[in-house]
């Protein structure tokens, strides 16, 4: 992805084409996802219930003691509290005059008197049981109140549990699909792609990525219905209650979206800046941290260090505008919602005294206004998350969509019974497009005969190795098999006929026999055989756990012959018909290299066998020596032979030996 591109990515919050391709990995988990969003719904009316709830406390409960009662005879049919001779109820008889009462409270008495009047001396004070006996149905609707807020509060908590499950559940089966996606993509990519595409930036595609995608679904996708939800049912119910009230709370809209709307223009551009500033971090941590033994032995320490600080410095500076920003949005919004609630009170307050509205109406206003912004803060937070989310969702779709691999044959041919021929005819190859590094190669190399191309760096040697592999595929003339064109046959059949050994041998992370067999079905009889046979078996058996000796990365805590010799092991335990031999004994010290060289005199018998080799004293017995130089053939022949003609290879020969002849 060019710079500019990725700029343009990285400042989009939402792309739509994107999406589509993300949501077809949250279809096959369609019916938890819509568990998941109706859980929200439940959880989300759960919690506006809670001071809807608290108002009724209030209102019908704690402040009843303020409603009318009727005084009546005790005989009076209705259902009332008895206080006295009298009793009282709530509601009066259509056509009947009785007194209208009404509590009233002085220091920690309360007495029922008048309700025209209101005057406490013509009343009547009430004992702590009468008091209490007149309270009863208050309390009674309490206790049911404070029941029933309990259940809420244990119903959230179920539901909110099996919504964050069910929700992570799912996503992080998406994320796994989509990891495995791309690393079998990865895997199946054509050796070129690497070339062109650092191994770090492929890590931070399967891992940083990927788990940018996993906030999106699990923060984003279905929890952005909750603050929709919320914001939608906070509305609702504010404009049941009280209209008024509630147009004056929504005349803050407009000031929140354009603090909201300045905030992300600005938050966009620093956000962008981070992005790529913290890519530049990990590219030099990548880059410095393989090469550390390479920077101290030049004690280039202080000079990598001061490099670092700087980006690391830069990228510092980056985040500082960041969070001035967030510290710019978060407290502006704390002051609308200040300031929502200051003339909530002031009116609503007004119309409390008034009798407009009871007190527990501006307090559930005053609890619902102070939910209203926690969605919209939310909000921004998950745009800074889809932000991310489409950019690493841009970079995991490109390496999806790349299709620079290998491709099998729609026709394949089968090889019954392989002899190890291999023909060039008329090879031309190249890394990059007109830049040829093979230029008309042919040569033919017969069943169990022993070849080795020989030639300066960059003269093609390793390019001939890569295509009889099929590691690249050539832009014109044929590479044979045994008469069958290898585009023929499919590569995982012609690389399992197909052994090599590099200079440089790859170790992984596991003990030794993990590394001989390669995860293979292999039988430890097997291993040891082909071990004794490569002379490993002599420094394995002296490991401290032997055969399951555990190895660093890389094998670093073997020698370089070690690791050679596991090579060995690991090529001839397939027991391949083709040997190729890179450059496979130029690192080897010489008590390793006559172990080896004694058993290629074994393993190579009956096998067609290729060698690269700088040291030309390892491929003297060849039975063909060739050439190469700048892509081309110059010349082919025995050993003998070739000194004989007094070229190239003659030349080489006295450059490497001429110290002996002097002597």
């Known amino acids: 992805m060019d710079k500019l591109h990725e700029e343009e990515i990285l400042g989009k919050a939402y792309d739509w084409a994107l999406m589509k391709r993300l949501l077809r990995y949250a279809k096959p988990y369609w ?37 009318e009662v009727y005084q009546v005879p005790i005989s009076h049919p209705d259902d009332g509290v008895i206080i006295g001779d009298n009793k009282y109820i709530s509601t009066q008889d259509e056509g009947l005059d009785f007194s209208r009462m009404v509590l009233l409270r002085e220091g920690n008495d309360y007495y029922l008197v008048d309700a025209a009047s209101g005057n406490i001396d013509s009343g009547f004070k009430l004992t702590q049981e009468q008091y209490l006996s007149y309270r009863f149905k208050d309390i009674e609707g309490l206790d049911r109140v404070a029941i029933i807020f309990a259940m809420v509060i244990i119903l959230t908590f179920i539901f909110s549990y099996g919504q964050i499950y069910i929700l992570n559940y799912t996503s992080q089966k998406i994320i796994f699909n989509i990891r495995e996606e791309l690393f079998n993509h990865i895997q199946g990519l054509s050796v070129g792609y690497f070339d062109k595409n650092p191994i770090g930036r492929l890590v931070t595609r399967v891992t940083n990525d990927t788990e940018t995608l996993n906030e999106m679904y699990t923060n984003v996708l279905v929890n952005l219905f909750k603050d929709f939800f919320m914001i939608a049912g906070i509305m609702v119910v504010m404009l049941r209650l009280n209209p008024s009230l509630a147009l004056l709370s929504f005349a803050l809209i407009p000031f929140i979206i354009l603090i909201s709307v300045i905030f992300r223009t600005h938050i966009r551009v620093v956000y962008r800046m981070g992005r790529t500033q913290l890519a530049k971090i990990n590219a030099s941590l990548n ?13 280039k320490e202080n000079k990598i260090f001061r490099q670092f600080d700087e980006i690391n410095r830069e990228y510092l500076n980056i985040i500082k505008r960041e969070v001035k920003l967030f510290a710019m949005f978060r407290p502006s919004i704390e002051i609308i919602r200040s300031l929502g609630i200051a003339v909530l009170i002031y009116f609503g307050g007004r119309n409390v005294l008034s009798g407009a509205i009871e007190f527990g109406v501006l307090y559930v206003f005053i609890n619902y206004l102070q939910k209203f ?32 691999r290998i491709e099998n044959p729609l026709d394949e041919v089968e090889l019954n019974e392989v002899k190890g021929r291999i023909e060039f005819k008329n090879v031309w190859f190249a890394y990059v497009e007109d830049e040829w590094v093979l230029r008309n190669i042919s040569f033919t190399i017969e069943p169990g005969e022993s070849v080795a191309f020989v030639g300066a760096t960059g003269a093609g040697k390793t390019s001939i190795i890569n295509l009889i592999t099929r590691f690249y595929d050539i832009q014109k003339g044929q590479i044979l098999l045994d008469g069958v064109d290898i585009r023929l046959i499919p590569k995982e059949k012609l690389r399992r006929l197909v052994g090599v050994v590099l200079q440089d041998v790859f170790i992984f992370t596991g003990t030794i026999r993990d590394n001989i067999r390669l995860n293979n079905d292999i039988s430890q009889e097997r291993i040891i055989e082909i071990s004794k046979y490569v002379n490993a078996h002599h420094f394995i058996s002296r490991l401290p756990n032997g055969y399951d000796e555990p190895v660093m990365e890389r094998g670093s805590t073997l020698s370089s012959g070690e690791r050679q010799l596991l090579a060995f092991a690991r ?45 030309l004293s390892t491929i003297q017995h060849s039975d063909k020596i060739i050439v190469l130089k700048s892509g081309e053939i110059k010349e082919m022949g025995t050993h003998q032979q070739l000194l004989n003609q007094h070229g190239l290879y003659y030349n080489l020969f006295m450059l490497q030996y001429k110290d002996s002849f002097s002597k």
């Open 571 to 615: 090529t001839l335990v397939y027991d391949p018909r083709i040997l190729i031999l890179d450059e496979a004994t130029s690192s080897i010290d010489t008590e390793t290299e006559l172990l080896i060289q004694d058993a290629l005199g074994k393993i190579t018998k009956g096998r067609t066998s290729i060698a690269i080799a700088h040291r």
């Open 287 to 299: 880059e410095n941290i393989s090469g550390m033994r390479t920077i101290q032995i030049f004690k």
């Open 31 to 67: 019916k938890l996802l819509t568990l998941s969003i109706l859980l929200l719904v439940i959880i989300t009316g759960l919690e506006l219930l809670n001071p809807y709830l608290i108002k009724i406390a209030i209102d019908d409960h704690i402040n009843g003691y303020q409603r």
């Open 373 to 404: 912004f926690d969605p919209i803060l939310d909000l921004t937070e998950k745009y800074n998350i889809m932000q991310s989310a489409m950019a690493s969702s841009e970079r995991i779709f490109k390496i999806l969509d790349d299709e620079s």
